[in-house]
């Protein structure tokens, strides 16, 4: 399974495990919000001021490793 950053917070969510643990640790505390799960990962770390290419190659680093 491969992230990219056009893909939804929900369908991220749903995933794998430790993927909200990932993005909690980024800074995405709003996981459960009804808004945040039809935003896009490139959306929540613009606004959450997250450089989203990081995030998304840490959490598909850990992905590959499992």
């Given at each position: 399974?491969?992230?990219?950053?056009?893909?939804?917070?929900?369908?991220?969510?749903?995933?794998?495990?430790?993927i909200p643990q990932m993005l909690m640790g980024a800074g995405m505390h709003c996981l459960g919000c009804p808004s945040a799960q039809a935003e896009s990962l490139e959306e929540a770390c613009m606004v959450h001021g997250i450089d989203c290419d990081d995030l998304v190659s840490k959490m598909n680093e850990v992905l590959a490793s499992r």
């Open positions: 399974m491969q992230i990219s950053k056009d893909m939804l917070i929900g369908e991220l969510v749903r995933m794998d495990d430790l």
